[in-house]
């Protein structure tokens, strides 16, 4: 189906201005930094604004912050990776504002609201920015490539941050299946501390590199990719022999987080020999 370029939509993309616009004075009039740019990183700066106020909204003051949010998160994605605003049918028919043409995902329709959506039911630090950059494939593609480029400038401060919270001297990070086991520990320590956003962000993608490494030796094999299919849960995920280690490392159960890990990448393991 071509996109829609009819008056609604015309009268959604020239309104876009004063939307954002608008955006940015609630966020300025509570003191936050309102400078909405386009850029992922200020999806960051969205999602502090809407942390702050959507406990206390309800009702048509709550559903307008939702859809001036889901108006800046697409449009980032039409700015940044290049798509296109139209229209389509999405729940019982009713057309709404998506945007196509999207890099490598063919006449997907991506709706803004449901990625908005998710992180208003997650209500979680990070999610906004990294729902909306799965969908900029390039984009992410680029980012796992620093993320390999840098593999051992990132596992030695990988080493590093484990060891601020284990107490321990060395944190022995040799590939190994049972090494798991002091990993989750620590990883579960730095997550219950709450870490600032980006922190959490840094730590979690070191644990994602190293468990690809772990996999990788125990499987003598595996390349990595991000997964670019977007009906599956792991969409945009940096993976590993067809599997994304963010899966496990971004959440640990407090019950023996280690023991857990490494028995659920060992699963992960014998499902691909």
């Keep these: 189906m071509p996109p829609q370029t009819d008056g609604s939509i015309a009268a959604f993309i020239a309104a876009m201005p004063e939307e954002i616009a608008a955006l940015e004075a609630a966020i300025a009039a ?11 990183e200020s999806i960051d700066r969205l999602e502090d604004h809407l942390l702050d106020v959507l406990p206390a909204l309800a ?27 139209a229209l389509r049918p999405r729940i019982r028919g009713r ?13 997907y329709a991506l ?12 209500n979680a630090a990070g999610v906004l920015r990294e729902e909306t950059e799965n969908y900029d494939l390039p984009h992410r593609r680029s980012q796992l490539a620093a993320l390999l480029a840098a593999a051992p400038q990132e ?5 590093e941050d484990l060891r601020e919270v284990s107490g321990e001297e060395v944190v022995a990070l040799d590939q ?5 086991e002091p990993v989750g520990r620590a990883l579960a320590r730095i ?30 094999r595996g390349d990595w990719s991000v ?28 019950a023996d987080p280690g023991a857990w890990l490494r028995e659920e990448i060992e699963q992960e393991i014998e499902a691909r020999r």
């Design 111 to 122: 709706f803004p609201r449901a990625v908005v959506n998710t992180f208003a039911q997650a």
């Design 227 to 254: 997964s670019g299919d977007p009906d599956r849960g792991d969409f945009g995920q940096f993976t590993i022999a067809g599997w994304a280690p963010r899966t496990l490392v971004g959440y640990l159960p407090p």
């Design 176 to 180: 190994s299946l049972s090494s798991l």
């Design 155 to 159: 596992l030695a401060a990988f080493a």
């Design 59 to 85: 009702g048509q003051e709550r559903e307008e912050t939702l859809a001036r949010a889901a108006r800046y998160v697409g449009q980032t994605l039409v700015e940044r990776a290049g798509g296109q605003w």
């Design 95 to 107: 057309s709404e504002p998506c945007v196509l043409r999207l890099p490598d995902l063919g006449d």
């Design 191 to 220: 997550y219950a501390a709450r870490p600032p956003r980006e922190r959490r962000r840094q730590v979690r993608d070191r644990a994602v590199l190293y468990v690809g490494q772990v996999i990788q030796r125990a499987l003598g």
């Design 30 to 40: 509570r003191g936050g930094r309102a400078a909405l740019d386009r850029s992922y």
